[in-house]
């Protein structure tokens, strides 16, 4: 078995949305917010899925939704989960690391996100790959839980300077 990056499709929802319903205890999206993530201009998903060996049917081990705005240097990670299953081997990380490349890839200089503070596996990760706290956010998701936006400098110069010098 191998775990595979993609794109994710709009025929994939019904994938995500099961993911969505194993990896969460709450502050879910509902299948119209998924097909919506899926479906806008602003918004790239990125699935960590395994494929069998004989083409059978792939299983949807994790992903990572990214959105970009118009006028910003700055993406953000709106969603990333991985499978309860899936999670401690590193598959978290490779998909980070390849959502920092497409947010690079569409000019991104900075990737923030919002993070439980409950979420200790979630800050680990983060904390490992770079991110830094900017703002705590009190009572912030659904059930009253805390959280922190976090940020991370794609690039150790910014764009405009890179290209004042080019």
Do not use: I
């Not at 993609?6 to 917010?33: I, K, M, N, T």
């Amino acid at each position: 078995m191998t775990v595979t990056l993609r794109q994710a499709l709009s025929h994939d929802l019904d994938a995500l949305y099961r993911l969505e319903q194993v990896a969460f205890s709450g502050d879910r999206f509902s299948r119209r917010q998924l097909w919506h993530l899926l479906n806008r201009a602003n918004a790239l998903t990125l699935l960590a899925e395994q494929r069998s060996h004989d083409d059978g049917p792939s299983n949807l081990l994790g992903y990572g939704t990214l959105l970009f705005r118009r006028g910003t240097r700055r993406a953000r990670l709106y969603s990333f989960c991985v499978h309860p299953d899936a999670r401690g081997g590193g598959l978290g990380r490779r998909l980070l690391e390849a959502l920092e490349d497409k947010a690079l890839a569409r000019e991104a200089e900075v990737l923030g996100l919002e993070v439980r503070v409950d979420n200790q596996a979630a800050l680990g990760l983060y904390q490992r790959m770079g991110f830094c706290p900017e703002r705590w956010l009190a009572d912030y998701y659904e059930d009253g839980c805390a959280g922190w936006q976090m940020a991370k400098p794609l690039l150790s110069e910014p764009l405009a300077a890179q290209s004042r010098e080019g």
